[in-house]
């Protein structure tokens, strides 16, 4: 089994919906992210907990909500997707040592808004 | 502000030649610095880290990146590639608390 898994892998949707994608990870780490990956922009941050009930916003968080319900599972909502939203989005987990470095990523959802 | 810097979007290198891909930072202190690799369809591996120490770090499958302060360069090298090292590589610094910044990546083709 992977260590981080991501779900779905892959979503189409229409704009205005609201969306979740799902992680969780089996690494027992702390700390969770979520990135977003653009061509030609890399990967930015939209969202880290440190731990449960633990949220920080990113550099991206407009659009977007996070809920870390357990060491394990870390989600990411857009409550109102729209089509710049569309995008690959990865979860991702470090351990305290890590110097806020992310470690394990999952495969990715590959997200589009129509 | 931090940034990072990756100045090739595609490299393309003979399988069995000698490979360097640039990074380069800007950052007001040391930083800690990384490499990671990325394969089709999947997430990105972390193959390498500098934090303080040596400034040639080993890391997994052959490469090795040198950290140069002097040219706030953090090049990642491998003496032979391999078909197998075909991906796209993203070079990341950790630089002001909890801000890791990742440079926009350099795709590598290997060809025969």
């Known amino acids: 089994d992977a260590d981080v898994t991501q779900t779905p892998r892959n979503r189409i949707t229409k704009t205005g919906k609201r969306i979740m994608l799902e992680c969780s990870q089996t690494k027992g780490h702390d700390r969770m992210y979520w990135y977003r990956q653009d061509p030609g922009l890399g990967l930015r941050l939209i969202y880290y907990?440190?731990?449960?009930?633990?949220?920080n916003k990113g550099e991206i968080s407009d659009g977007y909500s996070v809920s870390r319900q357990a060491q394990a599972k870390f989600s990411l909502s857009l409550e109102s997707a729209i089509p710049n939203q569309t995008a690959l989005y990865f979860c991702a987990t470090s351990d305290r040592d890590s110097s806020n470095q992310p470690q394990h990523f999952g495969d990715g959802t590959r997200l589009s808004i129509l | 502000a931090q940034s990072v810097t990756q100045p090739d979007i595609h490299i393309t290198v003979s399988e069995g030649a000698s490979l360097e891909l640039r990074c380069n930072y800007s950052?007001?202190?040391?930083?800690?610095l990384f490499w990671y690799v990325q394969s089709p369809g999947q997430g990105l591996q972390l193959l390498l880290k500098?934090?303080?120490?040596?400034?040639l770090v080993q890391g997994i499958k052959g490469f090795e990146a040198e950290f140069k302060r002097s040219q706030s360069s953090f090049n990642l090298r491998k003496p032979s590639v391999h078909w197998s090292d075909a991906a796209e590589y993203f070079c990341?610094?950790?630089?002001?608390?909890?801000?890791?910044?990742f440079g926009i990546g350099t795709k590598l083709q290997v060809i025969p």
């Open positions: 950052y007001g202190a040391t930083p800690y």
């Open positions: 907990s440190f731990d449960v009930k633990d949220i």
């Open positions: 500098y934090f303080s120490g040596d400034t």
């Open positions: 990341a610094l950790a630089g002001g608390y909890q801000k890791v910044t």
